[in-house]
Structure formats: C-alpha cells, structure tokens
C-alpha cells in the first residue's frame, strides 16, 4: 500500500510539474517579448513631448547630477530605463508577499488566475500605448500582477517528495531559459513588419496578449490545486507590515506569527539564504538590464542582434539546466551555488572590458551559467522550509527580496560612471558573497 501511495503521488508530482513547466513558459513569453524593444521604445518616446516622460526626465537628469554622470544621450537611455526597470520590481516588491500569503489562504490556483488576468490587461495596454503615460500604466500594472513566478514556485514547494521539489525548480529554471531564448527573438521578429511606423511595439504586445489568453485558459483546465485541504494559512496576511518591511522581510517575520512556526536554526537558515538571495540577484540585475544599453551603445545591436543575444543566453541556460542542474542531488545545492557565484566574476570582467564581440559572448557564457543554476538551486532549498500552509508566503517573501534587488540593482549599475571602478567593487562584493555563503548556510 505504501509503495502504491508513493507511485500515486510521484505521478500527480510529474503531472503538476509538467502543468506548472508549461503554464510558466506561456507567462515569461508575453514578458520578454519586451526586451529587445525596449530601447528603441524609449528613444521613441523621448520624441514625443508627453509631460509624464519630461517630468520622469527631470528625475533622471536630477539623478544623474547627483552621482556625476556625464551629460550625454547614451547615458540618458540607460539611466530612464533603469528607472522604469526599478519601478517594475519595486511594484513586484510589494505584491509578491502578499500575493504568496493570500495564495496560502485561498489557494494558488485562484490566485494565479487573477494575477494572468492582470497581466494580461497590462499587455492590452501596452498594445494601444499611443502615449508614454498609457506605456508607463501598462508597466505599472504589470509590476502590480507580476506574482506566477512566486506563485508557481510556491506550487512546486507544495510537492511532498524533496526530489520532486528539486526536478520542479529546475524545469521552473528551464523555463526561464527557454521564454529568455524565444521571447526577445520573436518580440524582435514581429516589431520588424512595423518597424517604420510609430507603432512597432503593436505586433509583439498583440502576441504578449495572445500568450496571456493561452496561459490563462491553461491554467483555468489543467492545474490542479496544490494547497492541502485544511492547511489554509490566516494570520500570515493579518500583519500586513511583515509582507511590506523591508527588515521585517529579511527576517521572515511573517513566519513567526503563525501556529506552525519554523525552529530557530530554520529561522536562521532562512534568513541566510534570503541574504543570498538577494545580494546575489542585486548585482546579477545590475548586468543583466544595462546588457541591452550597453550593447545597442557599444556594439550598435539592432532589436534582432538583441534578440539574438538573449537567444545565445537562454539556449545556455536551457543546456545547462535540463542536463545538469536538475540532476543535482538534494544536499549539493550550497556547494554549486557557490562555484556558480564565483563565475561571475570572470563575467563581469570580460562583459565589462570586452572591445570585441568573442570577449562579450564568453563573459556571456559565464553569466548563464551563474543564472542558470543559482536561483532555482536557492529557491529549492528555501522551499524545504516552512509548513504546508506557509510555503506560498516563504516563496512570496523570496521573490519579493529578489525584487527588491531588480530594482535596485539595475539603478546602482546604470549610475556608474567610472566603468572600472564599478567592475571592481562587483567582483569583490561577488567575493564577500561566496565567503558568507559558506559560513553561514548548509
């Protein structure tokens, strides 16, 4: 009977793997359909005279006096992009753990569903966005709705086998990859038909609807609900501060506060890992949105040369993860995470001095390998912590700390003036990392 009940539950664990796999593709298609556009959308607005966009420039050119930024076009573009980047991670940041906590009080399922439904709104906005308000709206509501990743996180953490946890994180990295590999590539593929018009971004945002619809159905027919009968969670969402501050988030309070509190070692753990978590993803953020600036201003990259670097960055990571990092056995994660960490530091030089474009593609190399195994590897360990009815706060208040570091990162990145000096002081925060990863987690 135990062995029947085991094969029982390994099935429905593949099954929702596979739902989860493929309703999260469907997500971070319509969100990176952007990417490669993103520049160009930019410089089309700044053309436009609307009075949102001169008043956020005048914000970035206050922000740009304030850090000693040369006044130069190129280095407007990536300063008013990382602001509109910062503002979409810091919304992620405020509705990620309170996403998470109402999920572990009404289910995932319902929540999931609403958060397509928003983002799929945004999309529609960014659609018919004829004035940069309308653009900056569609963002805003994103930001807002942007909870599948937790949620889905949360619905693999809800597996009861850690093995199954660890293979589920992993294909939640593959597809990562896989929407990171197609959805600059189309997103670029279907701004070209239009690409003479003001209107450029229509036929991507269209398909970035399409793609919410889909998943919206998807899900609605084919996920099942994850969340134990009986193991709904209240008093994680009654103290609203605990999902909102900062310190309060560091430190997993909203865990303490409920019946089934985690030990103080997990405590412990928790918080080290979610330090990790952040910090890495702080400077991980910093390279990963200037990358679009930096190679449209260095090496010239049309949206299609852009599609096509982030097609090299997502096929290395789809590689590596399907064929190495699922296969990490329960217990090696720390250890992996840590060389991982330590390859960014190679990458970050070679992406930072690169004069050529073999130098920019191996720094590339190493920066997907980091992101290929650093984070689904992080949320597999956080997953194991906390009980059935906390697991979509703990996922939540993770991607809120990740958030929190998007939007900081990119802000601190695009504010360096002296490229060497900020090379440095990435790699030897990178250094600090490693050394705290190894004291302080197991």
């Given at each position: ?38 520049p ?7 053309q ?69 439904v928003?983002l ?43 093995k ?68 709904s ?31 103080e ?99 590339l190399?190493l ?66 990392l ?9």
């Amino acid at each position: 009977m135990a062995g029947d009940k085991t094969t029982s539950e390994d099935v429905r664990s593949s099954r929702v793997i596979r739902v989860v796999f493929l309703a999260l593709l469907l997500d971070l298609l319509g969100f990176t359909l952007i990417l490669p556009l993103l520049p160009s959308i930019l410089d089309h607005y700044s053309q436009t005279g609307d009075g949102v966009y001169q008043s956020l420039q005048s914000v970035v050119d206050w922000f740009r006096g304030a850090v000693g930024v040369p006044m130069e076009t190129k280095y407007n573009s990536v300063l008013f992009g990382g602001l509109i980047g910062s503002l979409y991670s810091l919304l992620q940041f405020l509705s990620s753990p309170i996403t998470g906590a109402l999920s572990d009080k009404y289910g995932r399922k319902p929540l999931l569903l609403l958060t397509t439904v928003g983002l799929m709104a945004s999309y529609v906005l960014w659609a018919f966005s004829h004035s940069f308000t309308i653009f900056l709206l569609s963002r805003v509501v994103g930001g807002i709705c942007k909870g599948n990743v937790s949620l889905c996180t949360a619905i693999v953490a809800d597996l009861p086998c850690p093995k199954a946890r660890n293979k589920g994180m992993a294909m939640i990295g593959v597809a990562f990859s896989l929407g990171f590999t197609l959805g600059p590539l189309m997103g670029a593929y279907f701004a070209l038909s239009l690409k003479d018009t003001e209107v450029f971004y229509q036929g991507p945002a269209l398909l970035a609807v399409l793609f919410s619809l889909a998943d919206l159905l998807f899900i609605f027919f084919m996920l099942p609900e994850t969340l134990q009968k009986g193991a709904s969670e209240s008093s994680g969402i009654q103290h609203s501060g605990d999902l909102l501050y900062p310190v309060a988030l560091f430190n997993f309070t909203a865990l303490t506060r409920t019946k089934n509190a985690p030990s103080e070692q997990k405590m412990l753990n928790l918080k080290a890992l979610g330090l990790v978590y952040f910090s890495y993803l702080f400077l991980f953020s910093g390279l990963e949105f200037t990358l679009s600036f930096l190679t449209h201003q260095r090496f010239q990259f049309s949206s299609m040369q852009q599609g096509k670097m982030f097609f090299f960055i997502g096929i290395t990571m789809a590689v590596i993860q399907g064929g190495y990092a699922r296969r990490i056995k329960p217990g090696h994660q720390i250890q992996t995470v840590s060389v991982a960490i330590i390859s960014l530091i190679p990458a970050f030089l070679l992406v930072g001095i690169a004069w050529n474009l073999i130098l920019l593609y191996s720094g590339l190399f190493l920066y997907s390998f980091a992101a290929a195994i650093v984070v689904p590897c992080l949320s597999t360990q956080v997953s194991g912590h906390g009980s059935a009815s906390q697991k979509g706060t703990v996922m939540g208040i993770l991607r809120s700390l990740g958030a929190l570091a998007r939007a900081l990162g990119p802000t601190v990145a695009s504010s360096g003036k002296k490229k060497k000096k900020l090379i440095i002081y990435n790699c030897r925060k990178i250094k600090k990392l490693f050394v705290f990863m190894l004291t302080n987690t197991n």
